[in-house]
């Protein structure tokens, strides 16, 4: 249980253009959903806080124009990397809180390239 | 604020020997703290947590690590090293509230020497 899908696994895409990127709970009702980014070899930093219903809360420093971040059902979370530049290049994970004894469930990550 | 320390970005053990991960955290409120796996090009993976009670944890494939409040420390152990351990580990800290963020450790990558 507690099973959270992301989609695409992979991506190449050119710059200047949009890219979206899906989660979803598949098992349960994810009110609140984080979305990280992985440079290679380094850790995750957290992007930002997914809200179902209202607007995400973005870290310092991240770009809320560019990284658009949209919560409108307990069961998805989208982020979407806009005007995509080949410094946008990175592997982006989404978490869920699963409400079960405080437990956070990852999806498989995305890859994007911008090329 | 929340931070954490993982020593060591590299650590490397022969098959069998203890494995020995360390991670050291800051918090201001009593945390909730948790050991990750991540294999290549992969999600990550929950190895345990720590959340309340018995401070020492038990979790996935023989890992386990103990809550020290005194050191601040949540060190991860195995007893017996396997060839499929090697991967990325993150430790992670989190206020204690619900669907409160985590906030990750730098890694520490994990060589199992045959």
């Known amino acids: 249980g507690a099973v959270v899908s992301q989609h695409p696994s992979r991506v190449i895409c050119k710059s200047g253009t949009s890219v979206k990127i899906e989660c979803r709970s598949l098992?349960?009702?994810?009110?609140?959903m984080f979305w990280y980014r992985q440079f290679p070899k380094q850790s995750l930093m957290l992007m930002a806080t997914?809200?179902?219903?209202?607007?995400?809360?973005?870290e310092q420093g991240v770009e809320k124009d560019k990284f658009l971040i949209n919560h409108a059902s307990l069961t998805l979370s989208t982020l979407t990397v806009t005007s995509a530049h080949p410094e946008d290049s990175s592997f982006y994970i989404c978490?869920?809180?699963?409400?079960?004894?405080?437990?956070?469930?990852f999806g498989s990550g995305t890859r994007l390239t911008v090329v | 604020a929340q931070s954490v320390t993982q020593l060591g970005s590299h650590v490397s053990v022969s098959e069998g020997a203890l494995v020995l991960l360390r991670c050291n955290y800051s918090?201001?409120?009593?945390?909730?703290l948790f050991w990750y796996v991540q294999y290549p090009n992969q999600g990550l993976q929950l190895l345990l947590k720590?959340?309340?009670?018995?401070?020492l944890v038990k979790g996935i494939n023989g890992f386990e690590a103990e809550f020290k409040k005194s050191e601040t420390s949540f060190h991860l152990t195995k007893p017996s090293a396997h060839m499929s351990d090697a991967a990325e580990y993150f430790c992670?800290?989190?206020?204690?509230?619900?669907?409160?963020?985590?906030?990750f450790g730098s890694g520490t990558r994990l060589s199992i020497r045959p």
């Open positions: 992670a800290v989190s206020e204690g509230s619900s669907a409160s963020k985590i906030i």
């Open positions: 098992d349960f009702q994810a009110t609140t």
């Open positions: 720590y959340t309340t009670g018995a401070t």
């Open positions: 997914s809200n179902e219903g209202s607007k995400a809360t973005y």
């Open positions: 978490s869920a809180e699963t409400g079960r004894g405080h437990g956070y469930t």
């Open positions: 918090s201001s409120v009593p945390p909730y």
